[in-house]
């Protein structure tokens, strides 16, 4: 009797959700900090802090319907976290509240649907949907290791090195997405 599932699955389920928060740990955390040091006003930081937010409403909406019908989630995963993963890294350029307002905004239209993807891409691969909490936690330890190495080792919110690092990583959890079950 063969498995319908891939080899080595939960391996591959982890290092995705890993990758995944990974990634939104290493600017969720410093971003509003950087915006203050960088002399924006609180009405900017406020905003600075809500785009994600208003990029997880509405694009779900749209990436939900092609994802569903079009084209295979790892497909798009690629080129969400690729489009993201460049945002980032262009945000870490931006010394002013609009241009960094602006592709915080995209990047959050690009990222946030990917949560409910990968999450889905999860749980149709995993042989045993009880034993998923095993896999998300890896998504724990991703968000854990994303804000230690920005804080100690790349200087926290006073400088754009985190922005890099989640943009590196964006890049590098796209192409990681291409070798995803389908």
């Known amino acids: 009797m063969s498995s319908q599932h891939p080899p080595l699955v ?8 890993f990758l995944e ?11 509003t900090g950087y915006a203050a040091t960088l002399g924006f006003s609180g009405r900017q930081i406020g905003w600075l802090g809500a785009v994600p937010a208003i990029g997880a409403i ?10 569903d019908r079009f084209f295979a989630a790892q497909r798009i995963l690629f080129v969400l976290h690729l489009l993201g993963g460049v945002c980032l890294i262009l945000a870490g350029f931006q010394k002013t509240a609009p241009g960094l307002i602006t592709l915080m905004m995209l990047n959050g239209l690009f990222f946030m ?7 889905s891409v999860g ?8 034993k998923f909490p095993r896999i998300a936690v890896l998504g724990t330890v991703g968000w854990i290791l994303a804000v230690l ?7 926290g919110a006073a400088k754009p090195n985190f922005l ?4 590196v990583a964006g890049i590098v959890m796209a192409f990681y997405c291409l070798t995803l079950p389908h």
């Open 58 to 67: 509405i694009s779900p909406l749209f990436v939900g319907f092609f994802a």
């Open 21 to 31: 928060f990974f990634l939104w740990g290493g600017w969720g955390v410093a971003i």
């Open 164 to 167: 890099f690092q989640s943009g």
């Open 113 to 119: 649907p990917t949560i409910s993807l990968v999450n």
């Open 149 to 155: 190495l920005a804080s100690v080792f790349l200087g």
């Open 123 to 130: 749980f149709r691969h995993i042989p045993d949907p009880d």
């Open 10 to 17: 939960r391996t591959r389920l982890s290092i995705m959700m």
